[in-house]
């Protein structure tokens, strides 16, 4: 129901895009969100957008480097990372919320991707 892409090998600095491509049921009404996971580590919020794409929440450490949208159209989610460091190495997730908001509790998610690897290298 959900499938995230985009991931890959860049360098500190650089940028990726990543998409998430979710089914019209699971997402028309609901918040979505990114969250992370780094090796040895907890999986933890990155970003967040409301049902209609109004209200966006961002982790304190990708703040002004990504942007989070979606189109409500074709039910798919992006996350713009723009200069992007060797911390930000992890395996991303996107997910759907149970509710019109979204936020960075991952209990709120109902719904999960599979994952797509983010490799900064520095």
């Known amino acids: 129901q959900l499938q995230a892409s985009g991931g890959g090998l860049v360098q500190a600095g650089g940028s990726l895009r990543l998409s998430c491509a979710a089914s019209?049921?699971?997402?028309?009404?609901?918040?979505m969100g990114w969250f992370r996971q780094a090796p040895g580590k907890e999986r933890e919020f990155v970003a967040s957008?409301?049902?209609?794409?109004?209200?966006?929440i961002y982790a304190d450490n990708v703040q002004g480097r990504f942007t989070i949208s979606r189109d409500k159209a074709d039910s798919t989610m992006y996350l713009q990372m723009n200069n992007l460091k060797p911390e930000d190495t992890a395996v991303y997730y996107c997910?759907?919320?149970?509710?019109?908001?979204?936020?960075?509790?991952?209990?709120?998610?109902?719904?999960w991707g599979q994952g797509t690897l983010v490799t900064v290298s520095s």
């Open positions: 997910a759907v919320s149970r509710f019109s908001d979204a936020g960075r509790d991952k209990t709120n998610y109902a719904y």
């Open positions: 019209r049921r699971t997402s028309s009404n609901n918040g």
């Open positions: 957008v409301s049902w209609s794409g109004g209200t966006t």
